[in-house]
C-alpha cells in the first residue's frame, strides 16, 4: 500500500501464502525470512531466483481499505522472466482466509501442482476468524520474526491481545508458545516459568486445530529438549513435515532431536532440508556447519562456518555458540 504503518499486514499475508503454498509436497517454496531479504530490492527477478534456486517467483501487492482486502498476484518465469500469470483478489476482510486460499490454488495450478483438499473434519471455529483477531496475529507475527528481546515481548503481547480477542483463534495460540519457547529458550524468561507456558498454548492450539504445524513444532521441541520424551518428540516432528513439507523450522529443530539421539547423517539430511527452503537464516547456517562438524566433516564445516560469519559478520559469533544455534 505504500504505507509503512501497514507493513505488518503485507508481511503477514505473505508469511500465509507461503505456509499455504507450503502444503504442497512436491514443489520446493523457499521460507518467508529468506524471501524477506529481498523486500525492496532492485535485483532482477532472474537473479534473486538464481540466487534461492527458484524456477519461479511470486510477486504482488495487498492493498486494504476500510472492510475490503486486495491482492493482486503475479507468477513470474525466473529464467527469463515471462508473466506467467496474474489475477487480482478482493473479499471482505472477514474473509482473508479464503482469499489467502483462492491465490494459492490459483498460483499452484499453474505450476501444476495441487493442494491438499481442505479437511472436512475441522470444525467451524477453528475456520472462522475476528478480523480484529486476525490484524492482531498478523502483528505479532512480525515482531516475533525480528527476533531481538523487545520484539519477542512485543509480538507475544500481541498474540495474547489476539485471543482475548478471540478465544477460538488456533493461529494466535501456536504464536503465543512459539513466543514463550523463544523467550526461554534465549533466557530471557525463565525455563521454568516459560516452557510450560509454551506447552499448555501449543496444546490449546491442537484443540482448536489439530493441523498448525508450528504447534507441532513447538511440542517436539519441548518433547526432546524438556520432557525427554524422545517417542513423543518424534511423533510431533513427524506429523509437523508430514503437515507442511516446506516448513523450515520443522527440519531445523528434528535435526536437533536426531542429532542428540546419534543419528547425525539423519540430522545432517534434515538440516540441509531447511537450508534449501531457508537459505538465509543464521540459526540454519549455523547448526548446518555444527552437524558437519559433529559428522567429522571438517574442511566442510569450516567452509559452512566461513560462509555463515561472511553472511552475518555481526551475529555469527554469538550464533556459533553451539547451543544458541537451537532457535
Do not use: C
Not at 524471501?35 to 525492496?40: D, I, Q, S
Not at 559433529?294 to 561472511?310: C, L, N, P, V
Amino acid at each position: 500500500s505504500g504505507d509503512p504503518a501497514q507493513e505488518y499486514f503485507a508481511d503477514g499475508m505473505t508469511d500465509e501464502l507461503i505456509a499455504d503454498l507450503g502444503r504442497i509436497s512436491r514443489m520446493r517454496v523457499i521460507s518467508s525470512s529468506s524471501a524477506a531479504r529481498y523486500k525492496g530490492t532492485k535485483k532482477a527477478v532472474s537473479e534473486v531466483a538464481r540466487e534461492l534456486g527458484a524456477d519461479a517467483v511470486v510477486e504482488g501487492t495487498v492493498l486494504r481499505s476500510d472492510k475490503r482486502v486486495r491482492v493482486t498476484a503475479r507468477l513470474i518465469d525466473a529464467a527469463d522472466e515471462t508473466p506467467l500469470w496474474a489475477q487480482a483478489f478482493e473479499r471482505d476482510l472477514g474473509d482473508v482466509r479464503d482469499l489467502q486460499d483462492d491465490v494459492a490454488r490459483a498460483i499452484a495450478g499453474h505450476v501444476g501442482a495441487k493442494l491438499p483438499p481442505p479437511d472436512p473434519a475441522r470444525s467451524g471455529k477453528a475456520a472462522m476468524v475476528d478480523p480484529r483477531a486476525h490484524d492482531l496475529y498478523l502483528q505479532g507475527r512480525y515482531y516475533w520474526r525480528q527476533r531481538t528481546e523487545e520484539s519477542e515481548q512485543a509480538g507475544l503481547e500481541y498474540f495474547l491481545q489476539a485471543v482475548t480477542q478471540d478465544p477460538n483463534y488456533a493461529h494466535a495460540y501456536a504464536g503465543i508458545a512459539d513466543s514463550y519457547l523463544v523467550l526461554g529458550a534465549h533466557a530471557r524468561m525463565t525455563p521454568s516459568e516459560a516452557f510450560p507456558k509454551a506447552r499448555e498454548a501449543a496444546r490449546m492450539a491442537l484443540h482448536i486445530d489439530d493441523n498448525l504445524v508450528e504447534a507441532h513444532t513447538t511440542l517436539g521441541w519441548i518433547g526432546a529438549f524438556v520432557d525427554w520424551d524422545w517417542p513423543g518428540s518424534e511423533s510431533e516432528f513427524r506429523r509437523a513435515i508430514d503437515l507442511q513439507p516446506n516448513y523450515p523450522t520443522a527440519h531445523h529443530w528434528y535435526s536437533h532431536y536426531l542429532a542428540a539421539v546419534g543419528l547425525l547423517d539423519d540430522s545432517l539430511a534434515e538440516i540441509r532440508k531447511a537450508h534449501q527452503l531457508d537459505p538465509f537464516e543464521v540459526n540454519i547456517d549455523s547448526w548446518l556447519g555444527t552437524i558437519l562438524y559433529d559428522a567429522g566433516r571438517y574442511d566442510e564445516a569450516i567452509a559452512q562456518h566461513q560462509k555463515t560469519i561472511e553472511l552475518y559478520p555481526h551475529t555469527a559469533p554469538v550464533q556459533l555458540d553451539e547451543i544458541s544455534t537451537i532457535l
